[in-house]
């Protein structure tokens, strides 16, 4: 299972650290992602970051401002979100892999 | 980043009834390690979504046998072969192979 939470309004300008914890399989094992839907449209891989937490990688629109993480010991990812635009606006879901198992996301919600 | 293309945008089908949605990429999806990282996914209203289909024609676990996927190259497809009520909701592919992974525009099923 994963479980997303830190979504939350905020302004334009500010910051959000999302976290999923994870269950049921060990977070070390897995290349873990997040993803992210305007809500009633598409979906947009944001970040990944490999099974040793040595390789991070991000899409164009969020590099430098989104950092992605992981505390094997806590089975837990993050991603900090920083300098948020409106058009960051959207559900962020947690993904497994290549899409093997979501979360049920988080609302992050940006707006003056 | 690679672009996938999907057709049709909508489908109404009759229960009972085959259904079919074509993908393309504007990349060839072999990767280097000999795979190609196609996958299918499902997302009914208010969920997250789930994946149905990996490495083009390989159905995850608990997908019934009525779905299948084929193709290769830049040209791929998901046949239903008898629509249920349950299968209504945005079907999405999804390539894996270069970064970022990207999605389809999905493909909105409902039931005539």
């Known amino acids: 299972q994963l479980a997303e939470s830190g979504g939350d309004f905020v302004q334009p300008g500010g910051s959000l650290t999302l976290s999923c914890v994870v269950s049921?399989?060990?977070?070390?094992?897995?290349?873990m992602h997040w993803v992210r839907q305007v809500p009633g449209k598409g979906l947009l891989w944001v970040s990944r970051?490999?099974?040793?937490?040595?390789?991070?990688a991000y899409v164009d629109s969020v590099r430098g401002r989104f950092t992605i993480s992981r505390d094997d010991a806590k089975n837990t990812l993050h991603l900090q979100m920083n300098n948020l635009r409106v058009e960051d606006t959207a559900v962020y879901y947690c993904?497994?892999?290549?899409?093997?198992?979501w979360g049920r996301g988080t609302l992050v919600s940006v707006s003056s | 980043d690679v672009v996938m293309s999907q057709s049709p945008l909508s489908l109404s089908v009759t229960l009972g009834q085959p259904a079919s949605i074509s993908c393309r990429s504007s990349?060839?999806?072999?990767?280097?390690?000999?795979?190609?990282?196609l996958n299918w996914f499902h997302q009914r209203p208010g969920q997250s979504p789930r994946r149905l289909i990996y490495?083009?024609?390989n159905r995850d676990s608990g997908v019934p046998d009525r779905f299948s996927g084929s193709g290769t190259g830049t040209e791929f497809t998901l046949k239903i072969n008898r629509v249920e009520a349950d299968d209504v909701g945005i079907y999405y592919c999804?390539?894996?192979?270069?970064?970022?992974?990207?999605f389809g525009q999905g493909t909105r099923l409902e039931i005539k």
């Open positions: 993904v497994r892999g290549l899409g093997d198992l």
């Open positions: 049921g399989f060990s977070l070390k094992d897995y290349w």
């Open positions: 970051i490999n099974s040793d937490g040595t390789l991070e």
């Open positions: 990349q060839g999806l072999l990767h280097t390690d000999k795979n190609t990282y």
């Open positions: 490495k083009i024609s």
């Open positions: 999804m390539q894996g192979t270069h970064w970022p992974p990207t």
